[in-house]
């Protein structure tokens, strides 16, 4: 069965950086356009990241662009999102999330089909 189990969160105060990572297994990761998808209280599911089946294209939600790096090793099976620069509006849940295709450029929540529960970030002034 498909699993996606999320781990790198924490507390950190902005300006700071942070590093989630994303274990993937039961599917073939290779195959799959991946994503990170942030919740925070009062607000929809935003995708913040989005990268391509092999690992080469990828796409950011404006709050994200020029501080987010998402990236994905098809060989350990891990999804990434380095967190740069770090802003309070960044806190919230992330949930690692596997796309039903191998490249979309729209970033969609509708687009994913499998979430992990999520590592919560909280970002402190």
């Known amino acids: 069965q498909v699993q996606l189990a999320e781990s790198g969160g924490g507390s950190v105060q902005a300006g700071g950086s942070l590093r989630l990572s994303c274990v993937a297994s039961g599917y073939t990761v290779a195959q799959s356009s991946m994503g990170w998808i942030r919740h925070s209280p009062g607000k929809q599911y935003e995708v913040v990241a989005a990268?391509?089946?092999?690992?080469?294209?990828?796409n950011y939600a404006d709050s994200a662009k020029g501080r987010f790096t998402i990236s994905k090793d098809n060989v350990k099976k891990i999804l990434y999102l380095e967190m740069n620069n770090v802003k309070p509006e960044d806190t919230g849940m992330y949930s690692c999330?596997?796309?039903?295709?191998?490249?979309?450029?729209?970033?969609?929540?509708?687009?994913?089909?499998?979430w992990g529960q999520g590592t919560q970030v909280t970002v402190s002034s």
């Open positions: 999330a596997r796309g039903q295709y191998y490249w979309r450029a729209s970033l969609a929540p509708g687009d994913f089909d499998k």
């Open positions: 990268i391509d089946s092999a690992g080469v294209t990828t």
